[in-house]
């Protein structure tokens, strides 16, 4: 069965520092892979997401991940962190069948 | 485009009570889904829709029914309320299943006493 590990429960970074978020998945084939980004109060946005191809992704609002096929590896990054990115971010891992499997989530604060 | 909508924002039932959790979308999606959250834990997907008049169960279906009557509406109902359906419930709409770009409403926050 597919699951999903974010291994950090809360981060902190100062506004203009790189960010990297971890996601570690488990999965026999080549899995599809999303990031997604809750502000306080909201529903779910799609950050990005990986079927195949590239193995380094971008996505909206300066974000990119890369697929890491041999560390299992899915993580989120972004060179100059925003405080309008202070939200909650969620890795998920689908197999292609009809569920998506949703990782805990990471708190993200930003620092002014 | 007001997107997804779901009401009421915030519901408080009795163990036993039932209610029903509105969803409607506006973007003509086929596929919808309704999802739980709970604290510590990701997104568990409860029911799925791909079209209407047709529904499917997802990851924790025990407790909750759907129906999709019209390509707009997907209601969640819960027919007796217990405690540990406690949660906040989202739902999502996109054009085709869930590996496309869904579209999440802004949440329904329910405590059952």
């Known amino acids: 069965a597919q699951s999903v590990t974010q291994p950090d429960i809360h981060i902190t970074v100062s506004e203009g520092a790189s960010l990297e978020l971890r996601c570690n998945y488990s999965?026999?084939?080549?899995?599809?892979l999303f990031w997604y980004v809750q502000s306080p109060g909201q529903g779910l946005q799609l950050l990005l997401k990986?079927?195949?191809?590239?193995?380094l992704v971008q996505g909206i609002k300066g974000f990119e991940a890369e697929f890491k096929r041999s560390q299992s590896s899915f993580n989120l990054r972004k060179p100059s962190v925003h405080w309008s990115d202070a939200a909650e971010y969620f890795c998920?891992?689908?197999?292609?069948?009809?569920?998506?499997?949703f990782g805990t989530g990471t708190r993200l604060t930003v620092i002014p | 485009n007001a997107g997804v909508t779901q009401t009421p924002k915030f519901q408080v039932l009795k163990t036993g009570q039932s209610m029903t959790l509105q969803c409607a979308q506006d973007?003509?999606?086929?596929?919808m889904s309704w999802y739980r959250q709970d604290p510590g834990m990701g997104l568990r997907l409860i029911h799925y829709?791909?079209?209407?008049?047709?529904?499917d169960q997802g990851e924790v279906p025990n407790g909750y029914n759907v129906s999709r009557s019209t390509t707009e509406d997907f209601p969640l109902r819960l027919l007796s309320a217990a405690p540990s359906q406690t949660s906040v419930y989202f739902c999502?709409?996109?054009?085709?299943?869930?590996?496309?770009?869904?579209?999440f409403g802004p949440g329904t926050r329910l405590t059952v006493l």
């Open positions: 999502a709409s996109s054009t085709g299943s869930l590996y496309d770009t869904q579209y």
């Open positions: 999965y026999g084939a080549t899995p599809y």
């Open positions: 990986y079927f195949s191809g590239d193995t």
């Open positions: 998920a891992v689908g197999s292609g069948a009809n569920n998506l499997f």
């Open positions: 973007m003509n999606h086929e596929y």
């Open positions: 829709s791909v079209g209407a008049g047709i529904t």
